[in-house]
């Protein structure tokens, strides 16, 4: 046996070489789901060990010409398990039935690079979100189709503004000043996800005189991805899993690998759906039940004009209060959107070129006036092989993504809707136009005159406008220098691009009421980006896998370029002629930022499948050098060592258990112009170019940041396939932390670039599946995932510091890095009670923990209902804790206008041992301010805060269950949709689907996933004035023909 | 066992065997692909000038700029925080309350508040002056004048920093030296070692402007333009002396810092001649060009700006002519509150800068005239006194003149009134009530109202310094 086996090695090459001059016979047959005996579209046949194969029909048929004799087939499909299929030579008819695979636990996961592996022997817990689960809902973008999906994830959208525009965060944070988001990786090419703020702060002010601000509510723009061009998602976790991405990947690694043509005869498929969005949950308004409340509303901030405009209202209201919900108003349209895709796929029939190509169009229908966002994806993928040797490769995307996002968040001249709604008194109607089509002029927030505000006349008006055209290319080539049954070497060269420009206009007329406001009428802001992300990867795969030996071993070894290159541009004009609509009129002033950092690194993993394929090894190391880093020649290296082993039918019932185990470590590198230490621009003086102290120190010895990671979990199968459950505990620090190092102000600098300081972060992620009903013509599978991660800081060799754009200052919560102490722990003004040596209680104000933006635990629940042609999914997230502080609530409080403003205090019928609350005339007056028992709950509230002494007042429990996804969806029959449409029509399904249909929640604010600022590792705590969050319902029909 | 150990051994050889053909071919793969050039790295700082630069004289022009241009970045905060503090100005910043309330209701004060400032930015400007003498100091191709000149500059606006910044700390001191080369911490000085170091600062810089010879090697902005040579910068230098030595002498300086100011007052730029210019001075000029910066408590800036009721409550008449300061610099308003109504309501708006581009004083003649009578009272003068008060008060105020002064007391009275009008809104009234012990004079508009003494030192510098050796931590810091 042994001797013909290795004399069969031995000739493997001149076979295969030869092998296509072989006899060959034909073998056709049909693929079924085991139990419904449904037809199942899309399977690979392959036979093994070499590359011959084809692709079932929507009917479930196939036919493919394989050599004489006794072959082996691999059948697989997504969502199906795999199974290896033996044919004798004297067969040519082949019916397989593949039974559901529930559990997730078939498919390849990748290993670094480009290495893959078969998901029931991965070491480390890799999520993979198939294509269909990320396209059954439609989605604003792909962090929102992701949400809930990733066990071990933490994804937000910032706002409800049409376009997307969030936040994914990877086990935790990782980082408090380098990149804290995931690498995205798209068919091998990084992919930017730069969040790039829009300059609609010339109008809002939300960060003063500045150009642009985080605030300014930007998109991150993964928004560019189609979710429907995705074959797969597999997000890389933890630091082995991601340790040979190097200096880019603390934060995890998403790769999306994009649908490719299967060979054949054309297959079209054709999605249509229509559907609206609406307002989620507006904060609402008070509604003024007397004229003393009113009055006293009215003259807040306006005084005894503000009186007097109510008492003309209430006059002409025939003597009654008119109430106006604004947030229902200015947000309650029904955003009408629809997403039209067609698709192609192909190939020769011996699959020798295969090609995808697609085109697509969504629009989002925005929720409030000139609000939308647009989308245009089109692809195409081609795979070639040029012999049975060289294969190559070549993908093209192109997007143009143009969103109108209106103004929110932040603001500092009442033209965020929320905010001005916060000061405008219920009885004000704002939305109506008089005979001549002018808004009512706002006499109150912004106190009447040139600084009043309407935001329905601004929405009417302004333009907010996002226009991105990307370019997402790639090809590569591939040889296999050597195949036989053994040894396996092949090259692969990849190189790909990412360019995009970014081109923001806004515009806002100068009659709108506020424009007055600075004696330059009319605000025009031109800010364009261009990014070109380049990367090259030339590697080496040697796969051994000898016959003779239980073991098979692979190695793959590699070196990769990459290049980011942004340059920003923007340009204000104030004062404009009317009517001219950009920046060629007025005054204006310019900046321009430059970046663009070089990456160099080469890697090696080897790995080994041994016993019966039961044991699992691997080790990895990969260098990095980057422009960016201090010392540019050095290579920073990130080893990284996996295992799993795997215990088949040991026990009863329980099918397989794996247990696995890995440690890696992965670097992110420093930020661009660290490194620089530099004079400071202070601007012009009179004509001169001035320069000052750069406050922000450059230091020459920047280096990456190093986590260090260790993961251990379990993935248990049992009762036949119908349990099943994974479970992993992870340990990281991560060390030399880059940070802006406080320095004493009075030294006339403010920071220090510096590595240094421990973050740590644990946590468990758990995912059971099961199966209760497994029936003919019924089945229903759920899925529970738990997360929870716990972060702080364990070492700090420096002083705390209050982190940069997490907060407004210690009256409403931010963030501070503190030894000890989590990044995600809101600080604050608390009031602290002691007792003096007299025993009379005192009270003095400390800035110290008030919160924690961190959740107690996470779960995602999806539900899969399978009632004969119907299917019902629903995803219920449910989120524990996780503190915000609610400035919303603080202001509409401090205007008095609260929706529960006159809800009673919580201090009615208290004692005085209770602490909040505390009689006016009470003897140990222990608040540094009287709140009356007797106070209304909106006064109590803001009374307690005490004018920011008291943070505590708005900071808020954010626990939420949301309704995150459902679909129902019905497969026509095909003799229905054959006699009515026409024979070539194979697939009909109609859907319904729903998107954040309802959350519940006792937070106070739109919503508790919200955040002010557009991209920041911690302080994602925030909510001021966002745009409101939306639900979505729509209608669907898929046609494959 | 034995053929099965004979195979395993097999299978571990063969293991082995292939592990390290692996890894002999991918190390050599690594190596060749590795060549990659470490050019490709080299990326430039594309936004800023690197501190290495070599010095001419383009960039002596741009950092002597630099330097006023941070100090003119400073002006408006400090005017005002003293604006507030002093119940001259309230800043009704239309969309946070805590303009008012960090300034006036809480009963702590915030350091993480907005009325912690006016500190950064001084030391800022400090080491931006400092920066600017050592470059110049190696600079060959400046002559030795020139040398001297540029530093009488720098050190005379570096004297200036140090005295403002004392302004907002006053008792509890401030750092005043900066570690240029090794960013070390110093701890803080009391306020009789800073004016002190401060006035030091002035006088080195007279006497470096004095050796100047006839030319800068640079230009100043407009608003110097009575300044523009080292021998009449010197008169500027001599008239922050004298603003400075007066504050000194009422804090302990006595009769010897009074004496020093009278001399550094005559040695400025004042004129107290018959139809003398009060407004001339040194000034913050503004432009509307870009990259240039607005004046940042105009009207169009800074809308939400009004002034204290009090002002015009306050004002003295000539028969039934009000004081005609109240309406050369303030405006009647619609009546504004800040939001969350803190119960203040003002009808009083400013008209001091109508437009964007208006320039700010930071001396001017007035200012210098009764600094000359405070200096006169100080030393028993009050003759002399009396005629520089007259002289503002009518010719200013449009206001009868005083009849002569019965005592000190009353001197001092009338000098404050007319340093209160004369350089209303200018950061003079909460530092002259302090000195004098008079802060109880400022009103209390609502009974949570409080009379701030010194502004908070920053958080950021307390939680920096609360780790380091207790004798650097300051009073400053709890």
């Not at chain 1, 299967?262 to 004229?291: C, H, I, N």
């Not at chain 1, 709604?421 to 089509?437: E, H, I, K, M, R």
């Not at chain 1, 102290?693 to 990456?704: D, E, H, I, M, Y």
Request: hydrophobic letters at 40%.
């Amino acid at each position: 046996m042994g001797l013909i086996r290795r004399g069969a090695t031995v000739c493997a090459l001149i076979v295969l070489t030869a092998g296509e001059l072989l006899a060959q016979r034909r073998v056709s047959g049909k693929v079924t789901e085991e139990g419904s005996g449904s037809p199942l579209g899309n399977v690979s046949i392959q036979l093994v060990g070499t590359t011959i194969g084809a692709y079932t029909s929507d009917a479930g048929t196939y036919s493919l010409m394989v050599p004489n004799g006794a072959i082996s087939l691999r059948v697989r499909r997504i969502g199906y398990q795999l199974r290896t299929v033996l044919l004798p030579a004297s067969s040519s008819t082949l019916d397989i039935a593949l039974k559901k695979d529930v559990l997730q636990l078939e498919g390849i996961v990748v290993t670094g690079q480009q290495g893959t592996l078969e998901r029931k022997n991965a070491a480390t817990a890799v999520v993979s979100v198939g294509g269909e689960q990320l396209s059954a809902v439609p989605s604003n973008s792909l962090d929102q189709a992701l949400q809930g999906k990733v066990v071990g994830a933490r994804i937000n959208l910032n706002s409800g503004a049409p376009g997307g525009g969030g936040q994914i965060q990877i086990r935790g944070v990782t980082s408090i000043l380098g990149n804290g988001q995931p690498l995205f990786v798209i068919d091998g090419v990084v992919m930017s996800n730069a969040s790039i703020n829009s300059g609609a702060n010339a109008i809002t002010a939300a960060s003063g005189g500045s150009n642009s601000s985080s605030q300014d509510n930007p998109t991150n723009r993964l928004a560019d991805m189609n979710p429907a061009e995705i074959e797969d998602v597999q997000v890389l976790k933890g630091a082995a899993a991601a340790s040979l991405y190097g200096s880019r990947a603390t934060n995890g690694v998403v790769l999306i690998t994009t649908k490719r043509g299967k060979a054949g005869t054309p297959r079209w498929s054709f999605t249509q759906r229509v559907g609206q969005s609406s307002l989620l949950r507006g904060v609402g308004q008070r509604q003024f039940r007397d004229t003393a409340s009113a009055i006293e509303a009215a003259s807040a901030s306006t005084g005894a004009a503000g009186a007097a405009a109510f008492r003309r209202i209430y006059a002409a209201n025939g003597n009654t209060i008119p109430y106006n919900d604004f947030n229902k108003q200015l947000f309650g349209d029904k955003g009408f959107g629809y997403n039209s895709a067609l698709q192609v796929s192909g190939g020769t029939a011996d699959g020798g070129t295969r090609y995808l190509a697609s085109i697509s169009r969504q629009l989002e229908g925005g929720i409030a006036r000139n609000t939308n966002a647009l989308r245009d994806n089109a692809r195409i993928n081609i795979d070639h092989n040029m012999s049975s040797r060289i294969s190559a490769k070549l993908d093209l995307g192109i997007t143009r993504n143009n969103a109108n996002r209106g103004l929110s968040n932040n603001d500092n001249t009442y033209t965020s809707p929320l905010y001005n709604f916060a000061y405008t008194p219920s009885f004000a109607t704002l939305n109506q136009v008089d005979a001549n089509g002018n808004y009512p002029t706002n006499d109150w927030a912004g106190g009447g005159g040139t600084s009043s505000s309407n935001p329905f006349q601004t929405f009417n008006y302004i333009k907010n406008t996002e226009d991105v055209n990307r370019f997402l290319g790639s090809g590569s080539i591939s040889i296999q220098a050597l195949q036989t049954s053994a040894n396996r070497l092949r090259f692969e060269y990849l190189a790909g691009i990412d360019q995009f420009s970014q081109d923001n206009q806004l515009y806002s007329p100068n009659f709108l009421q506020f424009e007055a406001n600075d004696g330059l009428p009319g605000t025009a802001v031109q800010n364009t980006t261009n990014s070109r992300q380049l990367n090259q990867r030339l590697s080496v795969s040697y796969d051994f896998t000898p016959s003779d030996l239980p073991f098979s071993l692979a190695t793959v070894a590699g070196v990769t370029m990459e290049q980011q290159r942004l340059n920003t541009f923007l340009v204000t004009a104030r004062g404009l002629i009317p009517t001219v609509t950009n920046i060629n009129q007025g005054t204006q002033f310019t900046t321009q930022g430059k970046t663009k950092d070089v990456d160099q690194a080469w890697y090696v993993q080897q790995s080994v499948l041994a016993f019966d394929e039961k044991l699992y090894l691997s080790g990895s190391l990969r260098g990095d050098r980057s422009s960016d880093n201090g010392n540019r020649s050095t290579y920073y290296t990130f080893p990284a060592v996996q295992a799993s082993y795997r215990f088949v039918s040991v026990v009863p019932q329980l099918d397989e258990f794996k247990l696995r185990a890995s440690w890696g470590q992965t670097g992110n590198r420093p930020t661009y112009g660290a490194r620089f230490i530099t004079l400071g621009g202070a601007g012009l003086f009179g004509g001169v170019n001035a320069l000052g102290v750069n406050t922000a120190l450059g230091n020459p010895n920047v280096k990456p940041e190093r986590k260090t990671e260790a993961e251990y979990g379990f993935d248990a199968r049992g009762f036949g396939g119908r349990v099943g459950l994974e479970a992993t505990y992870f340990n990281s620090t991560i060390t030399d932390l880059f940070l802006q190092r406080p320095l004493a102000n009075s030294t006339g600098l403010a920071t220090e670039f510096f590595n240094g300081g421990t973050l740590a972060n644990k946590g468990t992620e758990v995912a059971l599946t099961i199966e209760p009903i497994r029936a003919k013509g019924f089945s229903w599978v759920s899925r529970t995932s738990f997360q929870q991660i716990r972060n702080r800081v364990t070492k700090l060799p420096i002083a705390p510091f209050a982190v940069g754009s997490t907060g407004f200052g210690s009256a409403y919560g931010r963030s501070r890095i503190a030894e000890g102490v989590s990044t995600t722990a809101i600080w604050g003004n608390k009031p602290i009670y002691t007792k003096t040596s007299g025993g009379a209680d005192s009270v003095f104000t400390r800035d110290t923990i008030v919160g924690d933006a961190n959740p107690d635990f996470e779960t995602f629940f999806t539900n899969t209902f399978v009632v004969g042609r119907l299917t019902l999914n629903l995803q219920l997230d449910w989120r524990k804790g996780g503190d915000l502080s609610s400035m919303s609530n603080n202001l509409y409080d401090e205007g008095l206008n609260s929706r529960d403003y006159d809800a009673p205090s919580p201090c009615r019928g208290a004692t005085l041992s209770d602490r909040q609350c505390v009689q006016v005339n009470g003897v140990n007056r222990l608040s540094l301010v009287d709140v009356s028992p007797t106070a209304t709950l909106g006064a109590y509230r803001y009374a307690y805060w005490n004018g920011g002494s008291n943070s505590t007042a708005y900071i808020q429990d954010g626990s939420f269950v949301k309704l995150r996804e459902i679909t129902l969806s019905y497969a026509v029959p095909a003799k229905f949709t054959q006699r009515y449409l026409g024979q070539r029509f194979s697939d009909v399904r109609l859907n319904v689907t729903g998107r954040n249909l309802r959350t519940w929640t006792k937070y106070w604010g739109a919503d508790p996933e919200v955040n002010n600022f557009g991209s920041n590792n911690v302080g994602r705590f925030v909510d001021l004035a966002p745009f409101p969050p939306t639900k979505n319902v729509s209608f669907g029909i898929d046609f494959g023909f | 066992m034995t053929s099965s150990f004979a195979a395993t051994l097999q299978h571990t050889i063969r293991l082995s065997d292939g592990m390290i053909r692996h890894a002999a071919a991918s190390a050599l793969t690594v190596v060749l692909l590795a060549g990659c050039s470490a050019e490709a790295l080299t990326i430039p700082n594309y936004n800023a000038v690197a501190t290495t630069t070599t010095p001419d004289i383009a960039l002596i022009q741009n950092l002597a700029s630099g330097i006023m241009a941070i100090e003119r970045g400073n002006i408006g905060g400090y005017y005002n925080d003293t604006g507030v503090l002093g119940r001259e100005s309230l800043n009704y910043f239309s969309t946070d309350g805590r303009t008012v309330t960090n300034y006036l209701t809480v009963a702590q004060l915030d350091n993480a508040g907005f009325a912690s400032g006016g500190w950064n930015g001084r030391f800022t400007a400090m080491r931006a002056a400092m920066n600017f003498i050592a470059i110049v100091d190696n600079a060959a191709f400046l002559t030795a004048a020139q040398k001297s000149a540029a530093k009488g500059f720098a050190k005379t606006f570096r004297g200036l920093e140090v005295l403002y910044l004392l302004q907002t700390r006053d008792s509890i001191g401030i750092p005043v030296e900066i570690d240029l080369e090794k960013n070390e911490t110093k701890p803080f000085v009391s306020r009789d070692s800073a004016y002190k170091f401060g006035l030091a600062l002035l006088n080195e810089g007279a006497t470096d402007l004095a050796a100047g010879g006839s030319a800068f090697p640079f230009t100043l902005p407009s608003g110097f333009s009575a300044f523009g040579t080292p021998a009449n910068f010197l008169k500027l230098n001599r008239a922050f002396a004298a603003r400075y030595g007066v504050y000194y002498a009422t804090l302990g300086g006595g009769a010897a810092a009074f004496n020093a100011a009278l001399t550094a007052v005559n040695a400025s730029f004042i004129n107290a001649a018959p139809g003398a210019d009060l407004a001339a001075g040194a000034y913050w000029n503004y432009s509307s060009s870009a990259g240039d910066a607005l004046n940042p408590l105009s009207i169009p800036v800074a809308p939400d700006q009004v002034a204290h009721p009090s002002i015009v409550t306050d004002a003295q008449s000539n028969g039934s002519v009000r004081d005609l300061r109240v309406a050369a610099k303030t405006r009647t308003i619609p009546a504004k509150s800040p939001p969350g109504n803190a119960g203040i309501p003002s009808t009083v708006g400013w008209s001091l800068y109508p437009t964007n581009t208006t320039p700010i004083p930071i001396i001017r003649n007035e200012e210098l005239i009764l600094l000359r009578a405070e200096a006169n009272i100080g030393l028993g003068n009050l003759v002399a006194a009396l005629s520089d008060i007259n002289f503002v008060r009518v010719n200013s105020g449009g206001l009868a003149p005083l009849a002569p002064f019965l005592n000190a007391n009353d001197a001092i009275t009338a000098v404050l009134y007319e340093k209160r009008y004369s350089l209303m809104w200018e950061g003079s009234r909460w530092v002259d009530v302090r000195r004098y012990g008079r802060l109880n004079t400022l009103p209390l508009d609502l009974p949570t109202h409080f009379r701030i003494r010194v502004q908070p030192v920053p958080q950021a510098e307390c939680l920096f310094r609360n780790r380091l050796d207790p004798s650097l931590k300051g009073v400053g810091c709890p």
